[in-house]
């Protein structure tokens, strides 16, 4: 089981920098793949970034290059570090975790089992 708090989102104005924590327990973040996925009304949930267990990355290409995901091991968190940041970039930002074995992109829903509440963002143009 995996617990995970979001945290860091708020109304920020286009071209700002941001940082949105995930705060996870249960297990370390090592041991898990961690990703951001966000939500913008009316539309579907949509992968942002991952971080695997060896620490490699991936980006959706809508925020790739202005975003890193980074984790810090001492406090068991993940985050995701947000530049140039644009009015569509607006949606609720989900933490999400995997224990599963099986190798994969895990850029998909469905690769997840565990979820955070979410932190809204709202980028004012």
């Known amino acids: 089981q995996v617990q995970l708090v979001e945290s860091g989102g708020g109304l920020v104005q286009a071209g700002d920098s941001l940082r949105l924590s995930c705060a996870a327990s249960g297990r370390t973040v090592e041991s898990i793949i961690m990703a951001w996925f966000r939500q913008a009304p009316g539309r579907e949930r949509e992968f942002v970034a991952r971080i695997s267990r060896i620490g490699d990355t991936m980006y959706a290409d809508p925020v790739k290059n202005r975003s890193i995901i980074f984790r810090d091991s001492a406090k068991n968190t993940v985050y995701l570090q947000m530049t140039s940041l644009k009015p569509e970039d607006t949606a609720v930002y989900h933490c999400?975790?995997?224990?599963?074995?099986?190798?994969?992109?895990?850029?998909?829903?469905?690769?997840?089992?565990?979820w955070g509440q979410g932190t809204q963002v709202t980028v004012s143009s």
């Open positions: 999400a975790a995997s224990l599963l074995p099986t190798p994969g992109t895990f850029v998909t829903r469905g690769s997840y089992e565990y």
